[in-house]
């Protein structure tokens, strides 16, 4: 690693960025290039910009790019065909995003001509896998820095100091001891650490930042149609919309009623349980949706393999293989199925719940004359079940009599 003239960070501007470029500078003697990346998180990114030009990094050397739309239409939403929850419950919004970050910073990288790239991942959790699986996806030869697995600056106290005694300036929210640590994007906030370890202690109101608490929500249901072609959403009631201002107009949605809290336990792919919470209030609201435009439109083998195949596509983001070939033939078959996934969605929102209301679609395989307890005249011989449970039942039969 000593022959590397040129890195791309990560860069948030925070505490921890903040110290790792100056730790970079300091300890490779190489030029820092910073990329901060707006995902729609809700910070003003200018400050990053600012911290960056303070601590010496070449105005042409700062990139600071606006990826919601792209990270909605090319990440959030082929996720969201697949129905896919890790463990069942999370809708994996931090996931999502580590590939599209460390494919563009690889891509700055070729730019600048940079031999290396970091981030500011620690060493016990998923985003350093996630980064740099990524990384190396895309640029088999790049090479790694991830000081976080490297240097001796293991606590917040230590952090402090190191950016004290270098002039890194630090905001006064994060001199003392953080309650708390987050991640935040347009599809989610996650929340992890110090008053959530314990999971037996319920998560203290002022850790939610994207939702009311559903007790103070509304005492009124608020209705909504989303719609849907090919699989992905277009429009809310009845407005077309970009991917990210639609994700957004439904986080909305989400904030007002309460839609979206989890509070889970789940296993790190390096091997350790984790308590976290998170909030994602749009991102919920469009997997219910989906779920409903699918059930219309979806022959029952088809929805059946998707639901075979969602938790293998999950564990895929989840574990950080995203550009594997695995995760792209899942997707080429999801894809697929998505062709004739298309109509629209009613749903009731009240009080950290929504509920699916109605759905229709010009696609639907749904039929009332064939399903009508009335008469359907004709449209179904019910003597033809006689002879399908007769052939079902036949090696039930067979094993009875011999038993």
């Given at each position: 690693m000593s022959d590397i003239k040129r890195v791309v960070l990560a860069f948030s501007g925070g505490l921890?960025?903040?110290?790792?470029?100056?730790?970079?500078?300091?300890?490779?003697?190489?030029?820092v290039v910073t990329f901060t990346a707006d995902l729609g998180?809700?910070?003003?990114?200018?400050?990053?910009?600012?911290?960056?030009?303070?601590?010496?990094?070449?105005?042409?050397?700062?990139f600071i790019d606006d990826l919601k739309e792209e990270f909605v239409r090319d990440y959030v939403f082929p996720m969201m065909r697949a129905n896919a929850l890790y463990e069942g419950l999370y809708?994996?919004?931090?996931?999502?995003?580590?590939?599209?970050?460390?494919?563009?910073?690889?891509?700055i990288a070729k730019m600048v001509?940079?031999?290396?790239v970091s981030h500011g991942a620690t060493g016990k959790g998923n985003d350093q896998v996630r980064f740099e699986l990524g990384y190396y996806g895309l640029n088999p030869d790049i090479k790694v820095i991830a000081p976080w697995r490297e240097w001796d600056l293991t606590?917040?106290?230590?952090?402090?100091?190191?950016?004290?005694?270098?002039?890194?300036?630090?905001s006064k929210d994060k001199r003392g001891e953080a309650p708390f640590s987050t991640d935040a994007n347009l599809l989610h906030t996650s929340s992890e650490g110090k008053v959530l370890e314990d999971p037996w202690q319920e998560v203290p109101d002022y850790v939610f930042s994207r939702t009311v608490n559903p007790e103070d929500a509304p005492d009124t249901p608020e209705y909504i149609t989303v719609e849907f072609d090919a699989g992905d959403a277009v429009a809310v009631n009845g407005e077309a919309l970009s991917p990210?201002?639609?994700?957004?107009?439904?986080?909305?949605?989400?904030r007002t009623h309460g839609i979206g809290r989890l509070d889970l336990v789940e296993n790190r792919f390096v091997g350790m349980k984790s308590r976290g919470m998170y909030e994602t209030p749009g991102g919920t609201i469009l997997h219910t949706a989906h779920r409903a435009i699918e059930q219309l439109t979806l022959d029952r083998g088809a929805a059946h393999l998707k639901d075979e195949l969602?938790?293998?596509y999950a564990e895929l983001v989840y574990n950080g293989f995203w550009f594997?070939?695995?995760?792209?033939?899942?997707?080429?078959?999801?894809?697929?199925?998505?062709?004739?996934v298309s109509g629209t969605v009613r749903l009731k929102l009240y009080k950290g719940s929504a509920w699916v209301v109605g759905r229709k679609s010009p696609n639907s395989l749904y039929s009332e004359k064939v399903v009508t307890f009335e008469d359907d005249a004709g449209a179904y011989d019910q003597r033809d079940a006689e002879g399908f449970i007769k052939l079902n039942a036949l090696r039930l039969r067979l094993l009875g009599r011999r038993g």
């Open positions: 921890d960025t903040s110290v790792i470029l100056k730790w970079l500078q300091q300890t490779y003697a190489c030029e998180q809700g910070e003003e990114l200018g400050p990053a910009r600012a911290k960056a030009e303070l601590m010496g990094v070449r105005p042409e050397h700062i809708l994996l919004g931090t996931s999502i995003a580590r590939p599209l970050i460390a494919k563009r910073q690889i891509e001509g940079a031999d290396a606590s917040r106290t230590r952090l402090i100091e190191f950016a004290e005694a270098h002039q890194i300036p630090v990210a201002n639609l994700l957004a107009k439904l986080n909305d949605y989400g969602a938790p293998r594997s070939p695995e995760r792209e033939m899942l997707q080429a078959a999801i894809d697929h199925s998505q062709q004739k």
